[in-house]
Nanobody, 123 residues
Framework: QLQASGGGLVQAGDSLRLSCAAS????????MGWFRQAPGKEREFVAA?????YYRTSVKGRFTISRDDAKNTVYLQMNSLRPEDSAIYYC?????????????????????WGQGTQVTVSS
């Protein structure tokens, strides 16, 4: 089970750190990541930690994914937030490491999904 937290309402330029705590089993050797979905838009990849770290272009340099395996938790540090970052953020995990960078960005590759946490960035 994955439990995401840390969302909230912030202003443009602010920072937030999302957390995703896993329970019931360890995800130490798993790929873990984040997707997001804004109202009326398709779900989109944000970041993943597998064989390396992977980010969608629009968040590179602003977002950082990290994990604490001792706590069975993955984080998403989000800096310089923009209104277009507003969405429900979902943490994901899968026991596989993927062969291609493209694969890390595909939602159907991930077996485990947590409930979302809302991030709203005002202008």
């Amino acid at each position: 089970q994955l439990q995401a937290s840390g969302g909230g309402l912030v202003q443009a330029g602010d920072s937030l750190r999302l957390s995703c705590a896993a329970s019931g089993r360890t995800f130490e050797r798993s790929t873990m990541g984040w997707f997001r979905q804004a109202p009326g838009k398709e779900r989109e990849f944000v970041a993943a930690d597998g064989r390396g770290t992977y980010y969608r272009t629009s968040v590179k340099g602003r977002f950082t994914i990290s994990r604490d395996d001792a706590k069975n938790t993955v984080y998403l540090q989000m800096n310089s937030l923009r209104p277009e970052d507003s969405a429900i953020y979902y943490c994901v995990a899968d026991d596989r490491s993927f062969r291609t960078t493209y694969s890390y960005g595909q939602a159907n590759r991930y077996y485990y999904w947590g409930q979302g946490t809302q991030v709203t960035v005002s202008s």
